[in-house]
């Protein structure tokens, strides 16, 4: 198994541009999730989806972040206009969502991550 | 918010040495987890603990879990340089599926 695949590695853009970041979950993983790391914040939740289904969004610090799964294999996360603060790593992370018991049963899900988008934005 | 609290925020220790992080979180959980990441990469799942278990083992790693004061424990028994990377607690809250990380404490082994 490949992992989770993430592209590009690296993006340096200028403020203004439109930046795209790229995500293939491992197959056969239900739940996809897009996080930011910074120094000063840690490693934020941005975006989740569940079956391409976004379910939390609260994260997106705002409107110029949207992120898309159009279906199971892929997923985007785009700032348009990027700004310098959005400078970070992105990462990409996907599990499999268990729930035992039936509803309302305890769900347990490692996630697996790629190894991340350093953007940096000049 | 930050759920789970690291401590120490870095630890320096020499191979061979014991390595003891905590974490403490805030509210009730579904499990706690572990992660592991070296400079520059993705992170990586180490061990769950569920919130109805108290300890785990796994290889030279044993995590434990104290809910009544909301805290954890990660032990990697006889270090190496190799174990050179910063650790993240991550919990995941009652009724959601997601986990909130920690800022991590970065462990450094000197051979």
């Known amino acids: 198994d490949a992992g989770v695949i993430q592209s590009p590695r690296h993006e340096v853009t200028e403020m203004g541009q439109e930046v795209t970041l790229r995500c293939k979950p491992i197959?056969?993983?239900?739940?996809l999730f897009w996080y930011r790391q910074t120094m000063m914040r840690g490693l934020e939740l941005l975006i989740y989806f569940n079956n391409n289904v976004p379910i939390d969004d609260s994260g997106m610090p705002e409107d110029r972040f949207s992120a898309k799964m159009p279906n199971a294999s892929f997923s985007t996360l785009k700032i348009q206009p990027s700004e310098p603060r959005d400078s970070a790593v992105y990462f990409c992370a996907s599990s499999l969502l268990l729930r035992v018991g039936g509803v309302g049963g305890p769900t347990y899900n490692e996630q697996f991550f790629g190894p991340g988008t350093r953007l940096t934005v000049l | 918010s930050q759920q789970g609290e690291e401590d120490p925020q870095a630890l320096s220790i020499q191979e061979g040495e014991n390595a003891t992080m905590n974490c403490s979180y805030k509210t009730s959980i579904n499990n706690l987890q572990w992660y592991r990441q070296n400079s520059g990469r993705g992170l990586v799942h180490l061990i769950l603990?569920?919130?109805?278990?108290r300890e785990k083992h796994s290889g030279r790693l044993r995590v434990t879990l104290d809910t009544s004061k909301k805290s954890s424990s990660l032990l990697i028994t006889a270090s190496r340089a190799a174990d050179t990377a910063s650790y993240f607690c991550a919990t995941m809250n009652s009724g959601y599926s997601t986990l909130t990380f920690g800022k991590g404490t970065m462990l450094l082994v000197s051979p």
């Open positions: 603990i569920r919130s109805n278990e």
């Open positions: 197959s056969g993983h239900n739940s």
